[in-house]
């Protein structure tokens, strides 16, 4: 039975608007459960209903990027769930400048910007997800952060459309202020014009690094705990002896002890559990409260 939100934003919006849609194949843990609505606007006049529907009917909402950093509930998700791949066009602007929208695909942008000669992104080459994904966790790797990048944002939240600032993101490591109830629609880059050729090498030095951490063989969604400072997460999992420690068929990885494989068929709740396993081992034996770099979506009950 269709709700009359679900039928007035399938009959005004020009995206797709899928009810009641599996949201397991969109993550990297290939786990969860449904979307009440999953909607995927076209343009800015889809925004404007959504942000009319939303309104009136006081519904819950949230964003999904390409899903590689997140943990989706059993349960699934009430309200609407946002993605916004059609938004992935990549645009050269004056003085060193790219606009790119936030369901461009992040290797789709690094790639663009090293053959272009366009320095500042080549360290991010293999990061999985999108570019609006990226921007909201400041996803990072060897030294560089894609906060260093970003000039402005254009957002959505509940005052319509909107630009932020790099600096009312507040970037911090793996966090930014970016709320649940906000989608970084676009954003604008500065980048550094260096040789292709330079780019290219750092970029393929990247990608040679994390074949050999990140083969885990099977479902994951990259590291699960930010590092505390002065610490790295995975030492300190593996100093607790927690090694290939099992929840069900959710199971911390024997090859990189930050992140947890799901071995074929685990539940969300399985994969959480561990997670809340972990961070009580962890403080238990070294004081040391481990934060997850992944987000949850849905309701677990207790967080991780
Ligand atoms: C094998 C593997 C390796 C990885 N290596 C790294 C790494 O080296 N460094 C690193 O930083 N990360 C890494 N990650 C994690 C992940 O790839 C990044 O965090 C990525 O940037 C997340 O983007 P996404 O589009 O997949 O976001 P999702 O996982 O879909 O979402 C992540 C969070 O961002 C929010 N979000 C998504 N899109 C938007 C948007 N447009 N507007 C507002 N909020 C949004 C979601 O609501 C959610 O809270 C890795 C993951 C995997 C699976």
């Not at 000039?151 to 319509?160: I, M, P, T």
């Not at 009312?168 to 629609?185: A, K, M, N, P």
């Not at 990189?256 to 709740?269: L, P």
């Amino acid at each position: 039975m269709i709700k009359p939100w679900q039928a007035q934003l399938q009959q005004n919006m020009r995206g797709e608007c899928l009810c009641n849609e599996s949201l397991a194949p969109l993550t990297r843990w290939r786990v969860g459960g449904r979307a009440e609505l999953l909607v995927r606007p076209m343009d800015d006049q889809d925004f404007d209903v959504l942000q009319q529907v939303l309104h009136d009917y006081d519904l819950p909402w949230c964003v999904l990027g390409g899903g590689s950093n997140v943990l989706i509930a059993d349960a699934g998700i009430d309200g609407v769930v946002i993605q916004i791949s059609h938004f992935d066009q990549i645009e050269p602007l004056a003085q060193q400048r790219l606009r790119v929208g936030g369901g461009c695909n992040l290797g789709r942008l690094v790639c663009y910007c090293n053959e272009q000669g366009y320095g500042g992104f080549e360290s991010l080459a293999g990061i999985p997800g999108s570019v609006g994904g990226a921007v909201a966790v400041n996803a990072g790797a060897l030294g560089q952060q894609i906060g260093e990048r970003v000039v402005r944002a254009q957002l959505f939240d509940e005052q319509g459309v909107h630009y932020w600032s790099a600096g009312q993101f507040g970037f911090t490591y793996r966090s930014s202020r970016i709320g649940s109830q906000q989608l970084i629609v676009a954003v604008e880059f500065h980048y550094q014009p260096t040789d292709p050729q330079q780019l290219k090498e750092v970029a393929e030095a990247a990608i040679g690094h994390r074949r050999k951490s990140h083969a885990v063989g099977g479902a994951n969604a990259g590291s699960v705990f930010k590092n505390p400072p002065g610490e790295q997460a995975w030492k300190l999992i593996d100093q607790c002896g927690l090694r290939g420690l099992r929840n069900g068929q959710a199971q911390i990885s024997a090859h990189h002890t930050n992140f947890i494989v799901n071995q074929g068929g685990a539940t969300a709740e399985e994969i959480h559990r561990l997670i809340r396993q972990t961070q009580q081992l962890v403080a238990k034996q070294t004081g040391i409260q481990l934060e997850t770099e992944v987000r949850m979506l849905g309701n677990f009950g207790e967080q991780a």
